[in-house]
């Protein structure tokens, strides 16, 4: 913990009035970090087939973002990422987005192939893990569950940690977006559990494929994901009009 938090902190550190603009490869590490401990957590979990996985992944999450949501933005998942570059209003420009996507995506994998040698050497090794939830829609229906609540977890992301802040006692982020985006993983976890997984995030889908989710099905369902995570950034513009006048 420490050389990581001398990390992501160190340009802060060294400015006495410790509001610096972090540089890409420290916003990289940040990224890096809560989205390793984010999918880490979720597929060990799965491994370990608890029910409380979105309450788990949920905790992680929240946890990241308020610590490191002031270094890189605490996207951690690359739909949402897209979101935020796509909604154009320079919180997250083109290069930045994709440097934070490579970052998530190397993340997930490490995260599943770690889950992937703690199963090995443990009790369970050997025994296959059933990641495939009931199939009690078609491939076509979880797709479409998967783009809802990952358009619901970009949507509020948008908002509570990309829009200018009301002056407050709590500073510049208000106390509840980690709260609030988190509850959006509870949500679309508990719903989806049976559905299509709840996963919401193609680095967690990325990291589920290292253990033994069929590799055919990555691209699928990271495609729903992106798709939300667009319209997300669509439905941004129509409600919230007065950001991108701002900026003009």
């Known amino acids: 913990a420490v050389p990581f938090y001398y990390v992501v902190r160190l340009e802060g550190a060294q400015n006495e009035a410790r509001v610096p603009t972090p540089s890409l490869p420290i916003k990289c590490v940040s990224e890096f970090l809560g989205t390793y ?18 309450l788990s992944a949920a905790a992680a999450l929240a946890s990241m973002n308020y610590s490191l949501n002031d270094v890189s933005g605490a996207h951690f998942n690359p739909a949402v990422t897209f979101a935020i570059v796509t909604s154009s209003r320079g919180k997250c420009c083109p290069r930045d987005g994709l440097a934070h996507v490579l970052t998530q995506v190397i993340a997930g994998i490490l995260a599943g192939l770690s889950c992937a040698s703690f199963r090995l050497t443990g009790l369970d090794a050997g025994k296959s893990v059933i990641l495939q939830p009931e199939r009690i829609v078609d491939a076509f229906g979880a797709g479409l569950g998967e783009m809802f609540f ?8 948008l908002i509570v940690a990309t829009t200018r802040p009301v002056v407050s006692q709590h500073g510049a982020l208000p106390s509840h977006s980690a709260t609030a985006i988190a509850s959006c993983v509870v949500a679309g976890g508990c719903s989806l559990g049976a559905v299509s997984g709840g996963k919401l995030n193609p680095a967690v889908v990325i990291g589920l494929a290292m253990l033994d ?8 369902s990271v495609l729903w994901q992106f798709v939300g995570g667009l319209l997300a950034a669509m439905a941004f513009r129509v409600t919230h009009p007065l950001e991108f006048a701002e900026e003009k």
Do not use: D
Request: charged share 5%.
């Open 150 to 157: 990952t358009f619901v977890l970009a949507y509020v992301v």
């Open 213 to 220: 989710l069929p590799l055919e099905t990555i691209p699928i």
């Open 37 to 54: 401990i984010l999918v880490f957590t979720m597929c060990l979990n799965v491994v370990a087939s608890s029910p409380a996985a979105a």
